[in-house]
């Protein structure tokens, strides 16, 4: 799939993601990074982008990291989120890099990093298990 397609479908399945201008870096099987513009939607006082938009980010970055290995077709479901929060990201673009951790079973596990643009400083780390659905029946 070209970065176009999964972007396509991360921005259908989450609007809010599209609404935010989220864009698709890169991808590969298990690895996805993507870049949350600034915009002053996503600011909380302080001129820091806001704990729910890092935070939808990381769910978004994990997501595609997961669709890239799928050929489009994840159907999972995010199932916990632990998140640290290091250094203010500051106004903006920030980055989200997702990492499949462990991902053969029914429960997957990930790692995201989240960086200002313009820095390799870690911001935020975030931890993520994810769980298969069960195939739908027609």
Known sequence: MTLAEIEAIL???????????????????????????SSPRVLRPGNTVSGPAIMGLADIAMWA????GTEGRDESLTTAMNVNFLRACGPGPIIATARVLKGGGR?????????RK??????VHITTSWVRTKPRTP
Request: aromatic share 6%; glycine share 10%; net charge negative.
């Open 65 to 68: 990291a997961l669709l890239a």
């Open 11 to 37: 921005h259908a399945g989450v609007p809010l993601g599209a609404e935010w201008g989220v864009r698709l870096l890169e991808a590969s099987p298990g690895y996805a990074k993507l870049e949350l513009p």
């Open 107 to 115: 429960t997957i596990f990930g790692e995201v990093l989240v960086t």
């Open 118 to 123: 313009d820095s390799d400083e870690v911001a």
